[in-house]
């Protein structure tokens, strides 16, 4: 009898790779990027504008249940280490 595979093994790299690429082609000029990704009822949403008139509104993802997990540019940026002294 041949083994089935499991469909979500993987899965959560290839969302962590998709939400990475839409932040990247959200910062080239241009381009506005909204993301919406929905496994097993949870949500990820990733906006390239933090703005909160802007498509999709903030109020209406926040209406989901439950929260989506919202991320915005700031969340990709790397702190630079500091010299030390």
């Known amino acids: 009898m041949a083994k089935r595979r499991n469909p979500y093994k993987g899965a959560l790299g290839r969302k962590k790779t998709l939400v990475k690429k839409a932040h990247k082609l959200g910062q080239l000029p241009g381009f506005e990027v909204a993301l ?45 280490p500091r010299a030390s002294q």
Do not use: C, M
């Open 36 to 80: 919406f990704i929905r496994q097993r009822g949870r949500v990820t949403a990733y906006r390239s504008i933090d703005d909160e008139s802007w498509w999709p509104v903030k109020a209406d993802i926040d209406f989901a249940y439950p929260t989506p997990t919202n991320l915005l540019p700031h969340h990709f940026e790397v702190e630079q």
